[in-house]
């Protein structure tokens, strides 16, 4: 491999990665809260129709992008309102806001399918554009790349630096608690959420901007929603690990297309569905480690401990807690 | 679970709701907001090619709705549905295309071996999703997401590699398997009758099952108190792999209909989001079994209906879903207006 396509590739995955990266983030903040969204795949793919829809009227991307944020926190409203105020099942109603959204945004976006549209174009930041390797990638690319990788600073200050993050993986931890040191915890949940949706919606206007660009039936981002929460599990609800998490898929996806001349037509299909398997292999090492049973052994035989991949940490208690509520 | 008098007020309310939002949403897509509706109306009921589409459609929903009904009254999350349609189109195309139509067994024990595989295909997924929950503690929602993603890819490998018509991969699907392998059909018509007479009967048994069996009580006593039922010694995780396995076998049956008595060979996303809205149809039924045919005829009036919408006023066919999203989700909130009546499903 040369120097040129490590690094073409390289910038390929951190490109393909962006997206998945802001939504996974939106994902980690809404769960860290205690919130489940699972509406996540229709909320990316109707606020990239929003998106597009609304950077096209204004002839401005990043106007679209700020319309993608808005469509995706409505989203998170509607989840916030049925699931916090109405006191129905958050499981329940997410995942008939993602069908919902789904079919919503190829109905509302039929006006403005496979129109032209402005895209976010690329930006060249002087100077650090220079940096061997690293510079084109990060600095002399789409601008998503730069959003996303600041997101991720972002979030992970926020989140694990700041006293309202303190308050919200409280609230996330356990809600009783948390309320009897005062804490409004359906008000930190609500804001969470809307975070959350605005966040998974820059990443669909990201996708119908840059990433994938234009608006059609299919758009070519149906899944990323569900991807999305494959990583966060993959992560282990941690910022910076979800990013890797999202890197590391780009990169299966990447590898996919890369392949495409070795297997035609299998390599797609097989790479797009990788971080499924994944996913649930990651839940099973991860429970597996907490078992009694493993523990025990792991307490006579101390090398099982170090061989078994600390892949992840522990989902937030009110996650759990809303999983086993079930319907 | 009987439906009260109570409920009515609900269902009004949440229907008109329903009318509402879907006719703002069709005034701020710049549709005739009558006009479609009569169009989805026609398109689903209007005419007798339309109506055997409907029932088409129908016969699918109707055995994941009633799949569905099991693995919720053991308070289950099977989002898995669509993938184990799939396994089950993909099980009955595999003994199908593999039977000899021409000697060895008669064609209608062939199907039948069809079917069978069908549903056992789907009975593997979906216990695969079981297992996972009851000995790995992998929730079934991730479990039954991610299989459906795999169900997908492994249908898309079969028809472009293994299963790939003779020279050419096509998306366009399998080949077609010869009209001795398919199941009967009346005078031409594109549909067999066998598979809506076997999703009902189907329904009454699950009907029967839940309602009036043992097995039936012991899975809502798992739904309410999982230690209760423990310390009783009903084997939470035993009823909880069973009701996995009833629900897959039906779904994989409603798969491998579609392969034998419509498409009569393995497409891509053969499962056509079938799994998906028979949830919606069993959540809009509130768990309720008698309300449970009417929403899937309902939804399967819709899913046909919408057909007609790209040809009649080019709009998106997508409304079908626009419409049942917001029935079930107005539904919700009339439950908020109006708590604590019927239904099964909390």
């Not at chain 2, 999350?77 to 184990?84: A, D, R």
């Not at chain 2, 049942?324 to 239904?343: D, E, I, K, N, S």
């Amino acid at each position: 491999m040369t120097y040129d396509y490590a690094a073409a590739l390289f910038a390929a995955v951190l490109f393909a990665a962006a997206p998945l990266i802001l939504a996974a983030l939106g994902e980690t903040i809404s769960e860290r809260a205690g919130v489940i969204n699972l509406s996540m795949d229709g909320t990316v793919l109707l606020a990239a129709m929003a998106a597009f829809a609304v950077a096209r009227a204004s002839g401005n991307p990043w106007i679209g992008l700020v319309g993608g944020a808005g469509a995706g926190a409505l989203v998170a409203l509607v989840l916030a309102v049925f699931g916090l105020l109405l006191g129905a099942s958050e499981l329940a109603v997410g995942f008939v806001l993602t069908l919902f959204c789904r079919e919503l945004a190829y109905f509302m976006g039929h006006g403005v399918a496979r129109q032209p549209g402005p895209d976010l174009g690329s930006l060249s930041v002087p100077v650090m554009s220079d940096i061997p390797f690293v510079g084109p990638a990060v600095f002399g690319q789409s601008p998503v790349v730069l959003v996303s990788l600041a997101a991720v600073a972002a979030v992970w200050w926020l989140l694990m630096r700041t006293r309202p993050g303190l308050v919200l993986r409280a609230v996330g931890e356990s809600p009783k608690a948390a309320a009897s040191r005062g804490v409004t915890v359906k008000k930190v949940q609500f804001l969470c959420c809307l975070a959350g949706g605005a966040l998974a919606g820059l990443a669909g206007g990201m996708y119908s901007l840059s990433v994938k660009p234009g608006w059609g039936h299919p758009q070519g981002c149906e899944g990323a929603g569900w991807i999305a929460l494959a990583i966060v599990i993959f992560g282990g609800w941690k910022p910076v690990r979800v990013a890797f998490g999202a890197l590391f898929f780009a990169a299966i996806q990447v590898a996919g297309i890369a392949l495409q001349d070795a297997l035609p037509g299998l390599s797609g299909a097989l790479f797009q569905i990788a971080p499924f398997p994944v996913m649930i292999v990651t839940l099973l090492v991860v429970n597996l480690r907490r078992s009694t049973a493993f523990r025990e052994a792991a307490r006579r035989v101390p090398l099982l401990g170090h061989l078994m991949p600390k892949t992840a940490g522990g989902a937030p208690g009110a996650v759990v807690g809303a999983l086993d509520r079930g319907f | 679970m009987t439906p009260r008098l109570g409920m009515l007020p609900r269902a009004g309310f949440a229907l008109l709701a329903a009318l509402g939002v879907t006719l703002l949403i069709l005034v701020a897509a710049g549709a005739p907001p009558l006009s479609t509706l009569a169009v989805m109306l026609d398109g689903g009921l209007g005419s007798q090619a339309a109506l055997l589409r409907t029932l088409a459609a129908f016969t699918p929903l109707l055995l994941c709705g009633a799949a569905l009904c099991v693995t919720f009254a053991a308070n289950l999350w099977n989002i898995g549905v669509e993938g184990q349609i799939t396994l089950g189109a993909i099980c009955c195309q595999g003994y199908l295309r593999a039977a000899d139509p021409g000697g060895g067994l008669p064609a209608a024990l062939d199907l039948a071996l069809g079917l069978g595989f069908g549903a056992l295909g789907g009975l593997a997924w979906a216990l695969l999703s079981g297992v996972l929950r009851t000995h790995g503690r992998v929730h079934e929602i991730f479990s039954g997401l991610g299989l459906n993603f795999v169900a997908m890819g492994a249908s898309l490998w079969l028809i472009l590699g293994p299963w790939k018509r003779p020279g050419m991969a096509s998306m366009s699907g399998t080949e077609t398997l010869p009209a001795e392998l398919w199941l009967p059909t009346l005078g031409g018509r594109p549909m067999s009758t066998v598979g809506p007479i076997l999703a009902v009967a189907a329904f009454a048994a699950v009907a029967w099952l839940l309602r009036r069996t043992f097995f039936g009580l012991t899975l809502s006593a798992v739904r309410q108190n999982p230690l209760a039922a423990t310390r009783l010694g009903l084997r939470p995780k035993a009823r909880i792999l069973a009701a996995m396995a009833i629900c897959g076998a039906l779904a994989g049956l409603a798969g491998a209909v579609l392969v034998a008595g419509l498409y009569h060979r393995l497409i891509p996303s053969i499962s056509g989001n079938y799994g998906y809205t028979a949830i919606l149809a069993v959540l809009l039924a509130s768990g309720s079994l008698a309300a449970l045919p009417l929403a899937c005829l309902f939804f399967a009036v819709l899913t046909v209906g919408s057909i007609q919408l790209p040809l009649s006023l080019t709009l998106d066919s997508s409304l079908a879903g626009v419409i049942q999203g917001v029935l079930v989700l107005t539904l919700f909130a009339a439950r908020r207006v109006w708590p604590g009546h019927g239904g099964g499903a909390k």
